[in-house]
């Protein structure tokens, strides 16, 4: 869910997820096709605060 935080929020270009197996490598390209609601992002801002 932080990774597709990362992918829309507006002040971060580039995203470069990390990954050592095959499974995380699919686990982050799934991450396109979360869609977080306002709250959903709201939430995740604040914990990076």
Known sequence: MVLAW???HPLIDI???GAKRP???A???Q???IHLSKSD???IDQ???
């Open 23 to 25: 499974e995380q490598v």
């Open 27 to 29: 686990a982050n390209a």
């Open 6 to 8: 990362y992918l829309t």
């Open 15 to 17: 995203v470069i997820p």
């Open 31 to 33: 991450s396109a096709d």
């Open 47 to 49: 914990l990076f605060k």
């Open 41 to 43: 992002f709201d939430r």
